[in-house]
């Protein structure tokens, strides 16, 4: 058994950056069919980046997903950098007049895989046996098994390559270049059921080591741990973890985190990755397959709604002309911003954790730097209007 589709626009990846597309799509009259290699379950049990730009949230009311981030999401004003135990209040409203949203990566995919299926959108999630076709030509497409078992082919006059760091579709973008790095540190995730200990997020810049203090809601919090790539952690006690989390953080104001039952623990690489050109012919890269950032900017996942913004709108009129050339500006306008976020991420990274042969001079010229950055109002401006999200005019949207 076997069936053909044809769609306007097929969509490989239904992650968060597809499934706005997706949406966007819609909302401007055109098809699309989306199909992801994991199941729904499987991507909203992926726990991922937790903050949102002001200017993402607000996609998701724009283009009709949900307001469910009014209720159960967070304003933050704000975030605390601490030094050696000393706490540094990043305020963003003071600063540059905005505010973040603490809501999940997990709440958007449930947010934007709901609004599909209630506008009776084309998504199919746990195929496998993807292969490309004809990328390269008027009529790309793609073959797969769907979750039933029955091989399927989807034919489309455009392709969008949003299946992340693992992508097989940057391969359909030919003389691609891919600039690449990697740190000698990782993340040690975990998720607790504890009590909120503050009402923002930490980073922790300790002798120690790095540790991130998120949360998710009154009574699960998410907190992150530099160690090395090596380290086993998942071997560590629930005690000796909170005691390296509470080492991270302490300091002369007596502040002590509020523990409790660890119930998930995960190792997060950190990467820097950009492909470029994101767009060739009738295929557009958006979000992780075009570049990937490391977590400590929180920048991930705004960055691929950012995509989305830009890259929708051509896409739709390009699907109504069925013309390629409508697409022409999206990697002008997408590359400067990603690497203007690449730049931002790789600078909070290597402010913020210590090298594993971090020397002496080494590690008093990055206090240096932090020093400078955090002990004068123009420094915490620059940080804050980054974190914060930059304006619309100088992202390009
Ligand atoms: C998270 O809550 O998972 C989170 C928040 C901020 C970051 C990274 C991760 O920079």
Redesign the pocket.
Known sequence: MSETTRTQVLIIGAGPAGLMISQMLHNRGVESVAIDIRTREEIENT?????LEAKAVRMLEDENVSQRFRTDGYEHDGTDIRVRGISNRISFKDLVGASVW?Y?QTDVFIDLANARERDGGDVRFGVSDVELLDGDSDNPGVRFTDAAGTTQEVRADFVVGSDGSRSICRALIPGATQYFREYPFAWF?IMAEAPMSYDE?I?ASSDRGFA?I??RTPTVQ?M?LQCNPSDDMHNWSEDQLWDEFQARVAGPDGFELKTGPIFERTLLPFRSFVQQPMQHGRVSLAGDAAHTVP????RGLNLALSDARVLAPRLAEAAKANDPAKLADYEEIAVKRVWRAQNFSYWMTTMLHSLPDENPFDRMRRLGELEMVLGHESGRRHLAEAYAGWPNEVDGL
């Not at 977590?295 to 929180?298: D, F, Q």
């Open positions: 726990h991922r980046a937790g903050i603490l999940p995730g997020l980073y991130l998120s949360q998410r992150y977590p400590t900017g929180a």
